[in-house]
Every structure is written in structure tokens, then in C-alpha cells.
């Protein structure tokens, strides 16, 4: 069965900080990875998304990597601002109805 | 394009009343799919659709009933509400169950008192 874990469960940094969020997977049969994030009573909005053939993904200053091998994906937020605040959560798609497998998130709080 | 919608965004329910949840997605998707998620906790699924008239369990189905009849729609049905329902539910759906992203409604928020 695919588990999927997040560390750290909360994280604090000052802003302007580069930090590294983990999310690990038991099982490297998968579709894909995808990073959420989620704001205090919100939805999900998509940050990235990583094919299994990828290595990596990049957006603004969001680079997320994949090792399928490891069963391991670190999300990078470089410059952190306060505007990043949120609860970050990794998801892997399986290969068995394309169903999500969810860590429990890590949350963010960027201090100005 | 609306994409995924769910309606309501809130309801308030006493123990044992019944209840649906509706979802909807107007971009011709296959794959349709109920999750839901506790406080402090990722997403768990409950139910998946991968087309009109099939559906099966997810991780948490107890307690919970689904249909599927056409494309669009996906409705979440809670026969007898406890408690441990008390959650934020989404509906989400994707083209088919290969390595393309999946897309989120906005979740629709459920109090069993």
C-alpha cells in the first residue's frame, strides 16, 4: 500500500530564507507527483507537477525534484516571503485508477 | 470553462440526517473522484468514478454512497451523518488515470453536530 510522508509536519522561517520541503513515497510505481499548497480554510491550488520521467520542475521560485528510485520529492522555495504562508502538501498519483495518495502536509509560516 | 464546482459550500447537519454533496466538471472527464480531509491531515479518498455507471471505494468509503449517471456529475451521498463526518470534502477530476494532473473543486465544508 502507497503512504506517502511529509517532513517536517510545521516548519517557521524568517523571511527572505531558501527552504526545503520533503515528502517521501513507499511505492515508485506512480503516474506522477504533484505539490499543493492549501491556505487556512481554502482549497488546493496546483504548484507543480511532475511526470514520473521527469527529474524536476520549476516555477517562479518553486523548484521541485523527483527521485522515483529513492521514493523521495523535496519542494524548494527560494526568498521565502510572508505570502508563502500556507500548508504545503505532496500527492502521488498511482497507477491503479489514477487515484491520489496524500502526505499530511508540512506547514509554512514565513515571519516577517 | 467552471471546471470542477461543488455545491453547498457549507451545511451545518444533526446526527442521523442524510444529506448530498454535488459535484460537477464541464471539461469532459472520465475520472472523477471524492476525498476527504481532516483537520491537520492530508486528503483520503473516499470514492472514484472512472465513467458514467462505474464507481468504486476508495480508502474511507463507510458511510458514504456515490452514483455516477453522466459525465458531468459525481454526487456524494451521507445516508446517516455522525460525528466523525465532520470534515472538508473535494471532489476532483482528470481525463484519464494516467500522468495528467487531476483538478479541484473548492470543497464543500460539513458540521455533524
Known amino acids: 500500500k502507497q503512504e506517502v510522508t511529509q517532513i517536517p509536519a510545521a516548519l517557521s522561517v524568517p523571511e527572505g530564507e531558501n527552504l526545503v520541503l520533503n515528502c517521501s513515497f513507499t511505492?515508485?510505481?506512480?503516474?506522477?507527483l504533484q505539490w499543493f499548497r492549501q491556505d487556512p480554510g481554502k482549497g488546493l491550488t496546483s504548484l507543480l507537477l511532475?511526470?514520473?520521467?521527469?527529474r524536476e520542475q520549476t516555477s517562479g521560485r518553486l523548484n521541485a525534484s523527483l527521485d522515483k528510485s529513492s521514493g523521495r520529492s523535496t519542494l524548494y522555495i527560494a526568498a521565502s516571503q510572508p505570502g508563502d504562508s500556507a500548508t504545503y502538501l505532496c500527492?502521488?498519483?498511482?497507477?491503479?485508477?489514477?487515484?491520489?495518495?496524500f502526505g499530511q502536509g508540512t506547514e509554512l509560516s514565513v515571519k516577517p | 470553462n467552471a471546471g470542477v464546482t461543488q455545491t453547498p459550500k457549507f451545511r451545518i447537519l444533526k446526527i442521523g440526517q442524510s444529506m448530498t454533496l454535488q459535484c460537477a466538471q464541464d471539461?469532459?472527464?472520465?475520472?472523477m473522484y471524492w476525498y476527504r480531509q481532516d483537520p491537520g491531515m492530508g486528503l483520503k479518498l473516499i470514492y472514484y468514478?472512472?465513467?458514467?455507471?462505474?464507481?468504486d471505494k476508495g480508502e474511507v468509503p463507510n458511510g458514504y454512497n456515490v452514483s455516477r449517471s453522466t459525465t458531468e456529475d459525481f454526487p456524494l451521498r451521507l445516508e446517516l451523518a455522525a460525528p466523525s463526518q465532520t470534515s472538508v470534502y473535494f471532489c476532483?477530476?482528470?481525463?484519464?488515470?494516467?500522468?495528467?494532473?487531476?483538478?479541484f473543486g473548492p470543497g464543500t465544508r460539513l458540521t455533524v453536530l
Open positions: 476532483a477530476s482528470t481525463q484519464w488515470a494516467g500522468d495528467n494532473e487531476q483538478f
Open positions: 511505492d515508485s510505481a506512480i503516474y506522477n
Open positions: 511532475i511526470q514520473s520521467s521527469q
Open positions: 500527492a502521488v498519483k498511482d497507477n491503479q485508477g489514477g487515484k491520489l495518495i
Open positions: 471539461m469532459n472527464h472520465n475520472y
Open positions: 468514478s472512472v465513467g458514467a455507471g462505474i464507481t
